[in-house]
């Protein structure tokens, strides 16, 4: 079956270091999305992509970065880590109007 | 630019009483609208989407939600709640003839308990 995995499920960084959250699906979906989860503010959109070599900022995009080289993959790295990224990140994938969740990265950082 | 607003971040309801989760839009166009389902620890599932097609919509585990134009407003309903109900709910909302149909815009949720 097809699916969308994210990998570290569990990240602990310190304040400062450049960390990468992997974001995998095989649907073979052309949108990309990555999101984070912080109480009180549900999911914030930070960037996305509409295709291969296709990157865009989102509403929370400062600090984040994206790169897509191919259809399955999005990566999110934050440059500098920030105790304010401490938060929940989920990466979605759609081709039409329905995103698709996967299980999310809990992202602590000290 | 759209948004939605979910009255209520925390609901609480009986097993077997009915449940209503309140979810309001605002659109300058007609748009799509959508139910996500958040269980602890888990990514987010779509229970139902509004997509101009029936006013109301019919989703997974017996929730459905009714697309009210003049009221703005798609609430999510369930006559009957169960146990396993208990988890985040989410609506979403895009715009479906902008550039950016395809992304979403996220209410804040509502945690749903279900008491014995």
């Known amino acids: 079956d097809a699916e969308i995995t994210q990998s570290p499920r569990h990240k602990i960084t310190e304040t400062g270091r450049q960390v990468t959250l992997a974001c995998h699906q095989t649907w073979n979906h052309n949108n990309m999305f990555w999101y984070r989860q912080d109480l009180g503010h549900g999911l914030r959109l930070i960037h996305y992509?509409?295709?291969?070599?296709?990157?865009n900022k989102g509403e929370v995009s400062d600090g984040y970065s994206v790169s897509r080289s191919n259809t399955e993959d999005l990566p999110l790295t934050l440059e500098s880590a920030a105790s304010s990224q401490t938060s929940v990140y989920f990466c979605?994938?759609?081709?039409?109007?329905?995103?698709?969740f996967g299980p999310g990265t809990r992202l602590t950082v000290l | 630019a759209q948004s939605v607003t979910q009255l209520g971040s925390h609901v609480s309801v009986s097993e077997g009483a009915l449940v209503l989760l309140r979810c309001n839009y605002s659109s300058s166009v007609p748009p799509y609208l959508f139910w996500y389902v958040q269980y602890p620890n888990q990514g987010l599932q779509l229970l139902l989407k509004y997509t101009s097609a029936a006013t109301l919509v019919k989703g997974i585990n017996g929730f459905e939600a009714e697309f009210k134009k003049s009221e703005t407003s798609f609430h999510l309903t369930k006559p009957s709640a169960h146990m396993s109900d208990a988890a985040e709910y989410f609506c979403?909302?895009?715009?479906?003839?902008?550039?950016?149909?395809?992304?979403?815009?996220f209410g804040s949720g509502t945690q749903l308990t279900v008491l014995p």
């Open positions: 992509s509409y295709g291969v070599q296709d990157t």
């Open positions: 979605a994938s759609s081709e039409g109007n329905t995103q698709y």
């Open positions: 979403a909302v895009s715009d479906p003839l902008s550039g950016s149909a395809r992304q979403l815009t």
